[in-house]
């Protein structure tokens, strides 16, 4: 049977003040949406690639209001996982939820992996072509695993110096580009109004599909919430350090976009695998630095990806401890105290995801895994508007919780749904990639049901999805 959760346990240290918030916070959501799909933006929209940014910022901003509700109605880890819990109470919705946010994670990872490849091949001046690109993409893949099965501890500390190399390299992008603009340069300022979508359709759609795209750029903050118990006085300090993590990150992705298409010719832009390569190239090409941004940009993505791998292999880890998935993946190495089975599986479903869009959709891989990464967070951000607003029935202490304007979850709820469908311009490859992540969690359930069966466990289901967070090393 299953062990019930241990109510003297004691609680996670509350180490964390303002300021490492704040930079947990910018440094998850700064990160592969910006380095690679800056391009891929703007040849939905031409110039106007602020424009989606923009949105996105905005769609995101209005959710994570409600996300603040809930985390200081609720300031516990696992997210939305436990909101859907406590609001809807339903177990397979609550599996769902959590496995989602998990795919959600090897999505993100795979597309980093893209960007560090074409970023190694560009640094390095080779020509290895699409079969490279995904020798490099899943060797990377691998090499994230091993650092995983070394420990939580190694993960963290290396995930520290990446945050730092990321965000250098976004500041330098900046820089190299308003020095740029100082000099008699080839820059035209024209290309940031102009509007040119890519394909036969209106431009209201156009722009519906790019923010849909550029919406990967702003996923990470919903991240934040688990670590609401190691937060010093969450319910104070997390409304405001939450919405400044949020604004840096969208002034720096509409100034980065801003310059990327006033230096660089959108078709140029588009065409390009190392967008931000190209910019810095375009606007320093006698400086070294041109040379040393690929390097940066691989250390950058790197960061993105680790974070994610380590927080997928945990929640299937979680979720196996609870018996809603087969105990196997439960299981924990002898000297090393990782999950190494949850490892694994969410490497090969990484593996699976490289190999196809190298296959099938090699010329837009980055685009897909984006894309799907925030189809699958935006049908959740979708699901926590609603919840914010269930879960009014529940009455805390008046004052001692942050309190959204009703109107915002009900906004972020339609804004995020209409993402999610095909109206907005989505498109299916996206939604057969998530399709297939989704039958690959009900088959796994319907697996470890007929286990807890034979194994006479009756009680299995997420009764507690704040342990989805437990950290076995």
């Avoid at 893209?114 to 080779?126: E, P, S, V």
């Avoid at 690109?133 to 993960?155: D, P, Y």
């Avoid at 795209?213 to 190691?230: I, K, P, R």
Wanted: glycine share 8%; net charge neutral.
């Amino acid at each position: 049977m299953s062990t019930p959760v241990d109510k003297q346990q004691p609680e996670l240290r509350r180490v964390m003040g303002p300021g490492l918030l704040l930079l947990f916070i910018v440094g998850d959501i700064l990160g592969t949406g910006v380095y690679a799909l800056t391009g891929q933006v703007a040849g939905e929209v031409g110039g106007a690639a602020w424009l989606p940014f923009l949105l996105a910022f905005t769609i995101a901003t209005i959710t994570a209001f409600s996300y603040l509700e809930l985390v200081t109605k609720y300031p516990q880890a696992a997210g939305a996982a436990l909101y859907a819990h406590k609001a809807f109470g339903v177990q397979f919705f609550t599996f769902l939820v959590a496995f989602v946010v998990m795919c959600s994670g090897i999505t993100s990872a795979s597309t980093a992996s893209q960007a560090f490849a074409a970023n190694l091949i560009k640094g390095f001046g080779l020509d290895w072509g699409k079969a490279g690109v995904a020798v490099i993409a899943l060797a990377f893949m691998a090499v994230l695993a091993a650092i995983n099965l070394r420990g939580v501890s190694e993960s963290v500390k290396l995930n520290v110096g990446l945050t730092i190399i990321e965000i250098t390299g976004l500041m330098m992008v900046i820089f190299v580009g308003l020095w740029a603009f100082t000099q008699a340069g080839d820059y035209d300022f024209s290309r940031v109004v102009m509007f040119e979508s890519s394909q036969e359709r209106s431009t209201f759609v156009a722009i519906t599909a790019a923010t849909s795209l550029a919406f990967f750029a702003m996923v990470g903050f919903e991240d934040s919430v688990n670590m609401a118990e190691e937060t010093k006085d969450p319910v104070r300090i997390f409304p405001k350090v939450l919405l400044t993590g949020l604004s840096i990150a969208g002034v720096v992705y509409i100034v980065v976009s801003i310059i990327a298409v006033a230096l660089v010719p959108i078709g140029e832009l588009k065409a390009s695998a190392t967008p931000l390569v190209a910019v810095v190239e375009a606007a320093a090409p006698g400086l070294p630095i041109d040379e040393l941004f690929p390097f940066i940009t691989m250390f950058a993505v790197s960061n993105t990806a680790l974070i994610n791998m380590l927080m997928a292999s945990r929640l299937i880890y979680g979720m196996a401890r609870q018996h809603v998935l087969p105990p196997v993946l439960g299981a924990v190495h002898r000297t090393r105290h990782t999950p190494w089975v949850a490892i694994v599986f969410t490497t090969v479903i990484a593996f699976g995801l490289i190999f196809y869009v190298s296959a099938f959709a090699s010329s837009k891989a980055v685009s897909v895994l984006g894309g799907t990464t925030s189809l699958l967070l935006l049908a959740v951000f979708a699901m926590v508007n609603v919840a914010v607003l269930v879960l009014r029935r529940d009455v805390r202490e008046a004052g001692r919780h942050f309190k959204t304007p009703t109107v915002l979850p009900v906004i972020g709820f339609i804004t995020s749904l209409y993402l999610v469908t095909p109206l907005s311009g989505r498109p299916g490859s996206q939604y057969l990639v998530a399709g297939g992540l989704l039958v690959i969690g009900v088959v796994l359930f319907v697996i470890t049901v007929v286990i807890n069966k034979q194994l006479g466990i009756k009680d299995a289901g997420i009764t507690d999805p704040t342990q989805l967070a437990e950290r076995p090393d």
